[in-house]
């Protein structure tokens, strides 16, 4: 589950190029998005984020000509735009937005095959993408048939991303998608989200005005300010670690280190060897590594494994560590633990150490509260 | 109860079923003139308010016509309409096109200009050129209310087209004028029978036509009445939608 | 051009309506009168249908079919029908008039009512309201916007339909439009027809300033 952190690519290979693009509404005082320069890597989720009057969802407008810039380029799959008709780009783009707009006089089936229809296709294949659809964002197929005003709000929001993946367009644009749903919804549909990309790796260009949605989402997420200047284009760990400036800064918010507590790793984080011994040592040895470490209590190993550990006082009079009653760690972390639920695990445990196995719970390394604000650093 | 016979004798006396006088021409021309001025106020009105109604402009002005529309008796329009074209058809006909060219004109702008953003830059993003938005997404979903307002000029104009009697033209209307100028009460009485079962036929033909235009999901049953009496709030609302319209003026 | 030119042949010609000033704002008055009265009827007879319909739900339908067909049943039908059993009367004059205001009236009262937010309703039980005071001091007053569009709705379209009783002789400002019809002449018709758009335009500015008044909570929301 970890996100790409790949270097944009100087030429090429970005699946949508923004070129100095402004947009200047009529009549508008200031310009909605002036001099946008930005390249959304192929397969990448990328969150355009800011507060209202950023230009945000102009941007994304402007990328499937729902607005037409007033200067500058757009490509999109290494074609200009302007080369093709309107309706032509669209039908290769998905767009799912926050009222989803589901056409109320069509069934679910129907709505979803819309662009299918658009372009062609017979019905066979039709019917066969529309089952496929509905398995892939969770739906119940006996809901095909209904009408939109049927269907609950997350429902709503389902069908909406299946009509917009329904002629697998490389490209999705979501506006919003989630702002409508409650928050409890919101969440799910999130995961949702980011379970479907890691299937279908698409081009995701997504705004919000929710940065933790933002950084939830976003492999890489653009803060806008207002007037549509881009003010930082980072991935999020790199965001919070680094804000570029004080907008961006408290934009993100004060609890930036929080933040970044869900989003770095444990494997991401250089652990420790910590306290640990063979059972077959015998209680002197372990007494000096205690020493060592400055704690009452040692780790026992076994054939690479951490059996669990073993109090100072209870090694009297043993000839082996091993023998002592050893007492289970209350928790092991993973590597794509992240530091939040490595640091619950660490409040939680009477050592104050929290304990990193791989999958097949080989012992790693042990991490203190000092490793993790190393790691946020 | 004399009364009762005299109608009956007066339906089936014979000669009211012949001729320019009798009732099948007279019906004749009643449905006429009320379908060719129902078939020219759509012409004329239908294209404006969907236009003004995809453009969204215009509002004002479809609210202003509403309202003069219900504001202006019928009746005056069609004395007005022959102080400017002399006795006949021709001002009938265009007494009748002045009315009911409001409600269909509303409705229209009114149903098309009230399809959700969502919906539309849904279908626009996806791919659907402006002519497809227009006939898949925003007639179908604008429709309901503009068979309202189509249901409504009818009305207007088949209680209209019964008036012309008074300003000298034929149609059922003719039956009753008669009837009260002669103190016939069994000719007042069958010709009124006669409008009131005309009426409700057209009421019907339409209802038909409207579940045939009208997309199921979409298709009032008893919500429609709430819908219709929530749209009666805002300044412009649509004349109102079935089984009844809020557009007093069709009687 | 003619128009412009005041004489007898002219579109108005003010000295006739100088000399008719009595007659004129008898009319007016009738007219008036006959608006009111089933408007004030159409009321009266709406409030029980629409509580009925809120009680018994299965009654909702029937009535709002009756009063739609009852709607689109031409006026000039009603008064013939009428005139063999009242006459060439204001009674046949106001039955038609009634009956077209009952659709409009009961569907907005029905609206009205249904529109009360439930948690308001709600809310209103739990602070200790039942039953008859609970509708009175909250359903009601909340249902009264809506109540009130219809009124205005059903005033302005009577106001215009009241001419058709000229039809069967009642006095009101239809009967100057078809003195202008039978006489072939213009003022009265004029006027008449000037006279009726008046007082739908005020009927319609005075019952939303109404409305403003009545239900100083909404003045916000325009």
């Given at each position: 589950m970890h996100r790409r952190e790949a270097p944009l690519r100087p030429n090429g290979g970005a699946a949508i190029r923004l070129a100095h693009v402004r947009k200047h509404y009529p009549g508008a005082a200031q310009a909605a998005v002036g001099d946008l320069s930005l390249d959304v890597p192929e397969g990448e989720v990328v969150v355009l984020v800011g507060?209202?009057?950023?230009g945000k969802t102009t941007v994304l407008k402007m990328v499937n000509r729902l607005v037409e810039p007033t200067a500058g380029e757009i490509h999109v799959l290494g074609e200009d735009v302007r080369s093709v008709a309107a309706p032509v780009l669209r039908r290769r783009i998905g767009y799912v937005i926050q009222q989803i707009g589901l056409f109320p006089h069509r069934t679910v089936e129907a709505n979803v095959a819309t662009v299918p229809r658009l372009l062609g296709w017979d019905r066979r294949r039709i019917r066969d993408r529309v089952a496929e659809l509905v398995e892939l964002v969770g739906l119940?197929?006996?809901?095909?048939?209904?009408?939109?005003?049927?269907?609950?709000g997350g429902q709503q929001q389902r069908v909406g991303v299946a009509r917009a993946l329904a002629a697998d367009p490389p490209i999705l644009l979501m506006d919003e998608?989630?702002?409508?749903?409650?928050p409890i919804v919101r969440a799910r549909l999130q995961d949702e989200l980011l379970a479907l990309q890691r299937r279908l790796h698409k081009t995701i260009v997504l705004v919000t005005h929710d940065v933790d949605e933002a950084i939830k989402l976003g492999d890489r997420v653009a803060i806008l300010n207002v007037g549509g200047v881009l003010a930082q284009y980072a991935p999020p760990a790199e965001l919070l670690r680094a804000p570029a400036d004080d907008f961006v800064a408290a934009f993100l918010g004060s609890e930036r280190g929080l933040k970044l507590l869900s989003l770095v790793t444990v494997g991401q984080v250089a652990s420790i060897e910590g306290p640990v011994v063979d059972g077959d040592v015998t209680p002197g040895e372990a007494a000096a590594v205690m020493r060592r470490f400055g704690v009452d209590w040692v780790g026992v190993r076994a054939g690479g494994r951490l059996v669990g550990w073993v109090a100072d006082r209870d090694l009297d009079g043993r000839r082996r560590v091993a023998d002592a009653p050893a007492q289970p760690f209350n928790a092991a972390l993973r590597p794509d633990t992240t530091l939040r639920e490595a640091l619950d695990v660490l409040i939680n445990s009477r050592t104050r150490v929290a304990v990193l196995v791989d999958d097949d719970h080989r012992y790693l390394g042990m991490l203190t509260v000092d490793q993790i604000a190393e790691g946020l650093r | 109860m004399t009364i009762a016979h005299d109608v009956v004798e007066w339906f089936t006396?014979?000669?009211?079923?012949?001729?320019?006088?009798g009732i099948p021409h007279r019906t004749f021309e009643h449905v006429q003139i009320s379908a060719v001025s129902l078939l020219a106020a759509f012409a004329l009105a239908v294209p404006v308010g969907v236009t003004l109604g995809h453009l969204r402009r215009g509002g004002g002005t479809a609210a202003v016509i509403a309202n003069i529309g219900r504001a202006v008796p019928s009746f005056g329009v069609l004395v007005l309409m022959i102080q400017f074209f002399g006795i006949g058809a021709g001002p009938t006909f265009v007494a009748l096109v002045l009315l009911a060219v409001p409600p269909m004109l509303t409705n229209a702008y009114v149903g098309v200009a009230g399809v959700p953003d969502g919906v539309r830059d849904a279908a626009r993003g996806m791919g659907l050129t402006p002519w497809q938005v227009l006939w898949r997404v925003e007639l179908p979903v604008a429709s309901p209310v503009l068979m309202a307002g189509v249901r409504t000029a009818a009305v207007t104009v088949v209680a209209t087209a019964s008036l012309a009697a008074v300003v000298a033209w034929g149609g059922l209307g003719r039956f009753v004028v008669d009837g009260i100028a002669q103190r016939d009460e069994a000719q007042t009485f069958g010709g009124a029978i006669l409008i009131a079962a005309l009426a409700m036929v057209t009421e019907l033909f339409l209802a038909g036509i409207q579940r045939l235009v009208v997309p199921a999901p979409l298709r009032s049953r008893t919500g429609s009445v709430r819908r219709a009496a929530r749209a009666a709030?805002?300044?412009?609302?649509?004349a109102d939608q079935a089984p009844g319209r809020d557009r007093g003026q069709g009687p | 051009m003619r128009a412009l030119a005041n004489g007898p042949d002219s579109w108005i010609w003010w000295e006739w309506v100088g000399d008719h000033l009595d007659d004129i704002a008898a009319s007016t008055r009738e007219h008036v009168l006959l608006t009111a009265v089933s408007v004030g009827i159409g009321l009266v007879i709406s409030f029980p249908l629409a509580l009925a319909v809120r009680r018994w739900p299965a009654l909702s339908l029937p009535v709002l079919w009756a009063a739609g067909a009852m709607y689109a049943v031409p006026s000039l039908a009603l008064f013939g029908i009428l005139v063999p059993v009242t006459g060439l009367t204001r009674t046949t004059a106001v039955i038609p008039l009634v009956t077209y205001t009952l659709l409009i009236l009961v569907r907005n009262i029905v609206t009205g009512l249904d529109g009360v937010p439930r948690d308001v309703r709600e809310s209103a039980a739990g602070m200790g309201y039942t039953g008859t005071g609970r509708f009175l001091r909250v359903d009601l007053p909340l249902a009264v916007p809506t109540i009130l569009a219809g009124v205005r709705v059903a005033t302005v379209s009577t106001i215009a339909l009241v001419t058709v009783t000229a039809v069967i002789g009642q006095d009101s400002l239809g009967q100057l439009i078809l003195d202008g019809l039978n006489r072939d002449f213009r003022t009265p018709l004029v006027v008449g027809i000037g006279l009726t758009v008046a007082l739908a335009v005020t009927a319609e500015v005075a019952l939303l300033g109404v409305e403003r008044v009545v239900t100083p909570w909404a003045r916000r929301r325009r």
């Open positions: 507060p209202s009057g950023c119940d197929p006996a809901l095909l048939q209904r009408y939109p005003s049927e269907l609950s998608p989630y702002s409508a749903v409650d | 006396d014979p000669e009211q079923w012949e001729g320019t006088f709030q805002p300044e412009l609302r649509p | -």
